[in-house]
């Protein structure tokens, strides 16, 4: 192998290196503001109709009857966020109002969702909850 060869065979090792380590760094990442979720807590307000529609996918087709439930949830230090999921019906039942939902929420979306009992919600965000304030 000729001189000139070694250096530049170091400098594609090394970039391949750095290219393979900027990847994996950032598919952490995504991974984990996409799928990685805190918990918060929310009520289905009173007022909220919550009589299943016909839902429908980006493209405009039908995906089944579900409601859209656009809510604010609060953690544990009663700091708020919006959350934004459909539930559909025919994979489980609609949240109804008054019911207080457990939320896991990403930076990027709701990752999963149940029902939980007020006696769970933690003080500050319950507090946050009933006043809204």
Do not use: C
Request: charged content about 20%.
């Amino acid at each position: 192998m000729s001189r000139t060869k070694k250096p530049l065979l170091w400098a594609i090792a090394v970039f391949a290196i750095v290219l393979v380590a900027t990847v994996a760094i950032w598919g952490k990442q995504y991974y984990e503001d996409r799928y990685v979720g805190s918990d918060y807590y929310a009520m289905v307000p009173f007022d909220f109709d919550a009589a299943p529609e016909m839902m429908y996918s980006m493209s405009g087709g039908e995906v089944g009857l579900g409601k859209e439930y656009v809510l604010t949830a609060y953690d544990e230090y009663g700091e708020a966020r919006a959350v934004e999921f459909n539930v559909y019906v025919d994979r489980s039942s609609l949240p109804q109002p008054g019911a207080y939902l457990h939320i896991s929420a990403s930076k990027q979306l709701v990752v999963r969702w149940g029902l939980t009992d007020e006696s769970n919600v933690p003080e500050k965000a319950l507090h946050m909850i009933k006043n809204g304030n």
